[in-house]
């Protein structure tokens, strides 16, 4: 896996914003009966949104000084998203669809808490090397190259981001089909 130019990563995470938005546009004048919903896709339009600046942000600092808050940052952006998610749910009531977002973004925030403590906490892959040597052993710099866990970080997150987005589109339609038809 190689590293992607920062003017791709930023279309990349400008088009997830730009989805999100639409999605919740679409919750907004299609189903403004379902609270639920919209709570949520305007839950996670948002966290993509902040998402974006907190990425500008990183990208403005010097390289060697991004990976310290790469992780972190989005960790703390899915636990102010999953705390809204939870409060939510408690004063609506869950349902399937607060269900989905929340358990997604607790994933994800589980996700950025390993990718966070592999690169600036202790090396995941390298534990037994750091308990022989009694020093931690990270993984900040790229020579020791890519491990499975951070190519699982990305397609896992880029699945799960668009798991949400085509249910925020369909999904309602598709569990309201499902429902009618086979209860």
Same mark, same amino acid.
């Given at each position: 896996m190689a590293l992607i130019s920062i003017a791709f990563e930023w279309a990349l995470d400008q088009w997830a914003v730009v989805v999100a938005a639409l999605a919740f546009v679409y919750n907004m004048l299609f189903n403004s009966q379902n609270s639920r919903l919209i709570a949520s896709s305007l839950t996670v339009?948002?966290?993509?949104?902040f998402g974006h600046f907190l990425l500008a942000w990183i990208n403005e600092l010097p390289f060697d000084e991004q990976v310290y808050f790469?992780?972190?940052?989005?960790?703390?952006?899915?636990?102010?998203? +999953?705390?809204?998610?939870?409060?939510?749910?408690?004063?609506?009531?869950?349902?399937?669809?607060? &269900?989905?977002?929340? %358990?997604?973004?607790?994933?994800?925030?589980?996700?950025?808490?390993?990718l966070h403590i592999d690169r600036n906490v202790? +090396?995941?892959?390298?534990?037994?090397?750091?308990?022989e040597l009694g020093t931690a052993?990270?993984? &900040?710099?790229?020579? %020791?190259?890519?491990?499975?866990?951070?190519?699982?970080?990305?397609v896992s997150l880029n699945v799960t981001g668009c798991f949400l987005f085509i249910y925020f589109f369909v999904g309602e339609d598709i569990k309201e089909y499902l429902c009618s038809r086979f209860s």
């Open positions: 339009a948002l966290m993509y949104a790469r992780y972190s940052s989005r960790f703390l952006l899915y636990a102010l998203a +999953g705390f809204f998610m939870a409060a939510l749910i408690f004063r609506l009531g869950p349902n399937f669809t607060t &269900t989905t977002v929340f %358990s997604v973004m607790i994933f994800s925030m589980v996700m950025q808490l390993l202790i +090396g995941l892959n390298k534990i037994s090397e750091s308990i052993v990270v993984n &900040t710099g790229l020579p %020791s190259g890519y491990w499975y866990l951070w190519d699982f970080y990305t």
